[in-house]
């Protein structure tokens, strides 16, 4: 009996604020709390109140047999509390209903795990704690940011004790097999879920494509194609952006309604279920060992960290973010870890990237910037004037 | 065509211009008949007929081989061009007439004296070869207006009765001959906007270059700008209705780069490099009032500015006022390899232009793997993703970028390295195609549209 395990990623970065080389915060306040603001209501509004609505209908609908999870970022959890905590609430009766878990990840949607193994763990704990103090329960199962991954990086997880990970699953990696089936990190013991690219990016990116082949995508037509494989898939993983509900696709697009339909639609196969990753866990064994010899992750067309640290710039800042943190340490003032640490948020690598074509359009969509090179520069005047006041001694403060 | 100047005669962007859309149409098959006022000698134009229109003019009855003046030739003829010049061109169409008053002046004493390197560093004597001189103002007017006029005389009288099929002139100094050679021939008359009377003196506008320009363009088929940022210019500034105008971007040749320019610097220094006319189109002030805010922080930085015009004395004035005469180099007016040189060492390449039509330099200068900061009053940032961008009077970020860009050798190689590969889709190829659809598009407009003045 295969299932649906459906995973959606919940995250709003804190981008900068103007910041020219020429200023200095005395405060170090780096981020444009009111342009954060106005994109987190925007998003509220147009995606989260929504999503989360028809969400709880059909759970409630469903009465249990409608699963899902949910990754939310620390940094996403704070904006909600600050901004908007209607959002907060909705995610809070979806966790009441017991058909929704809540996954692992670092606090600050970072990429801690590249650069700093301590810091990596420490963001991962603040996670955990901010979860279960919130939801009142305590994640088992990780993703890491934007799925993040090679061999390394699972050995680190499995240490932590968490009992799986998401993963992209990879068609170079995978080779011959399927990503329909759970495999393991045979180094680790870690357990591999694995995203199915495919019939995620069906809905996250081509949805609203009239040049797609698939196009116009109703509910019943993709539960179609899922049931295709139901002599052939232990489960089948979609993971995309929350976001994806009335934000990347707009509403007009008919996303709602595909996600009022869906689960309707897969239910009326009874080979098929809906389990949350744990539940995946639980049910199905891993067929095989699978290594990741290289860094792979769910975005761009190459699926590796290129999204992030693909140019000299990319690199050049992460650098030196993660070169601040000897100074931090020293510093032992948390207003000073609060701000690093925020500094180290994934997206502001992102919007550096100097890609083209497709995956260039993207990156362009998510970036507040005019250009990467605009994300550079404010990133690192930021950089420098908090690395002039953390190299100013504690004396004189 | 007609054309005002061609390389490596040239005094801006035009004549560069001419070049790259004339190679880029002969390869089309479309066949042209370019003519300048006079030929200054080292023009290489294989690809198509180069004429001069006073030699044209005079040498019609007994050349037969001009006869048919759309023809496209081989001009590696035995019979150097050099050789048949008679008169050298003393115009500069971008000078203000009190500027061209004070090079005529200069011009004239120089002539005399038979000194080798003129204003503009052409080499007169070897473009004379043995021939005696004539004074300049013998067969031109000492005046701009008069030397426009007398172009469009000798060009009307040149090519008036040649067979070819629409006429495409650059610029306002060739407006006069091709209205002309529009009423005398009925022909399509398609004018292209290089820059316009706005964009080189602003407020300070010459009232006659204003009508002419207005006329060119009222009597013009189909107008051709260099950008949308001039279509909008074209559109605003001289009431030209939208759909007559049809911006063609410029393009680029890329050139072989010569990198080993950079290791010739025995001092490590960061330079930015303005490189253009002094004058109030290009904002050499903003570059200048910059230096105070970047210098305390780029302690070895060196800015270059290249170029003449009326604004130098005064800019001049200014560094030295600043103190900043160590962190200035006033290059001078620069030509062929001496500007690739410098385009080549410069770590940036600065163009503040309050109102750039295009901005081919940007292009240049990319192409010798050197950063661009460029403002966005400008064609050329249209076209160009991988540049750094700002209004022109925002001079708070003119200062932040262009720090940043001379601390960060990441940002400065990343952006070269993208910039570059963006050249791939600017070739002059693709200019040249979109003016030949506007050629057929002024062919074809139906004949009551466009007034006729046969005689």
Known sequence: MPSLCCYFQVHQPY???????????????????????????????????????????????????????????????????????????????????????????????????????????????????????????????????ELIYDDQIGRMVAGLGYRGIIVEGCEDVLDWRSANYIYRNSQAELPLILRNFRFSDDIAFRFSNQNWEGYPLSAGKFASWIHSLTDS??????????ETFGEHQWSGTGIFDFLRGFPDEILQN???????????????????????????????????????????????????????GALVRNSGDKRFWEVWRKLQISDHFYY????????????????????????????????KDFKEFLSVPFITR | MLGWEYPPHISGGLGTACEGLTKGLARLGVRITFVVPQLMGGEDAP?????????????????????????VE???????????????????????????????????KLWSSKAEDGVEEIDLAKILGKRKPKPAAAQYGSNIFEEVEQYAT?????????????????????????????????????????????????SGMNPRIRAIEEAGMQAADLVISVSH????????????????????????????????????????????????????????????????????????????????????????????????????????????????????????????????????????????????????QSGVSEVVEHALKYDFWDMDRLADLMVNALLHDELRAEMAACARHELGKLRWDASAEKTVQVYKRALQLPRSERPEFRR
């Open chain 2, 74 to 108: 081989e001009t590696s003829e035995e019979e150097s061009i050099i050789e048949k010049i008679k008169v050298p061109a003393a115009l500069s169409p971008y000078w203000r007439p009190e500027e061209y008053e004070r090079y005529i002046a200069r011009f004239s």
């Open chain 2, 229 to 376: 940022y001039t279509k909008s210019m074209v559109n605003w500034q001289y009431k030209i209705p939208l759909e007559k105008i049809c911006p063609v971007h410029n393009g680029i040749y890329p050139k072989k780069v010569t990198e080993h320019h950079r290791a010739s610097w025995a001092v490590p220094r960061k330079i930015v490099l303005f490189l253009g006319r002094v004058t109030y189109q290009k904002g050499p002030d903003f570059f200048v009032e910059v230096a105070p805010r970047v210098i305390p922080h780029v302690p070895n930085v060196l800015f270059v500015m290249a170029g003449t015009g009326d604004m130098l004395p005064r800019l001049m004035r200014r560094v030295s006022e600043l103190g900043l005469s160590r962190h200035f180099h006033f290059a001078g007016f620069l030509k062929g390899k001496q500007v690739d040189r410098m385009l080549s060492i410069s770590d940036l390449y600065v163009m503040p232009s309050v109102s750039e039509p295009f901005g081919l330099s940007a292009l240049e200068a990319i192409n010798f793997n050197t950063p661009a900061l460029i403002s966005r």
């Open chain 1, 270 to 324: 009874p080979a098929w279920d809906f389990l949350t990753p744990s539940e995946v866990l639980d049910r199905y064994q891993p067929v095989g060992d699978l290594s990741f010899p290289r860094l792979t992750s769910w975005a761009d067309e190459k699926r590796d960290i290129s999204a992030w640290q693909g140019n000299r710039m990319q690199k050049r800042a992460l650098a030196a973010v993660a070169g601040l």
């Open chain 1, 15 to 145: 981008r900068l604020r103007r910041f020219t080389y020429f200023d200095s915060s005395s405060s170090f306040d780096y981020f444009d709390h009111e342009f954060n603001l106005e994109i987190f209501k925007k998003v509220a509004e147009k995606c989260y109140l929504p999503a989360n609505q028809i969400l709880l209908e059909l759970v409630e609908r469903f009465d249990g047999r409608f699963r899902i999870a949910f990754s939310l970022s620390g940094v996403v959890l704070e904006q909600m509390k600050a901004y908007y905590p209607e959002v907060l609430d909705g995610f809070i009766k979806l966790a009441r209903s017991g058909c929704v878990e809540f996954l692992s990840e670092t606090y600050h949607h970072s990429l801690a795990a590249l650069i700093d193994e301590r810091e990596f763990y420490e963001q991962v704990r603040m996670h955990g704690q901010t979860i279960t103090d919130i939801f009142g329960v305590q994640p088992r199962v990780f993703r890491n940011t």
């Open chain 2, 154 to 202: 000798n060009v009307v009288a040149a090519v008036h009765d040649s067979d070819f099929d629409l006429i495409h002139g650059h610029d306002w100094m060739t407006y006069p001959a091709a209205i002309a050679l529009k009423r005398i021939t009925g022909k399509p008359l398609v004018l292209h906007i290089h820059s316009l009377e706005y964009d080189r003196s602003g």
């Open chain 2, 47 to 71: 690809h198509m007929v180069i004429l001069d229109s006073y030699r044209g003019f005079g040498k019609r009855s007994s050349s037969k081989k001009k006869k048919r003046a759309v023809e």
């Open chain 1, 233 to 242: 898939a232990d489960v089948v993983n979609l993971c995309m952006d929350y």
């Open chain 1, 352 to 383: 550096m990237a100097t890609k083209s074509s497709a995956d260039g359009d993207v990156h362009a969509y998510f970036s507040p910037y005019g250009s990467p090179y605009d994300a550079f520069i404010r990133y690192m005047n930021v950089i």
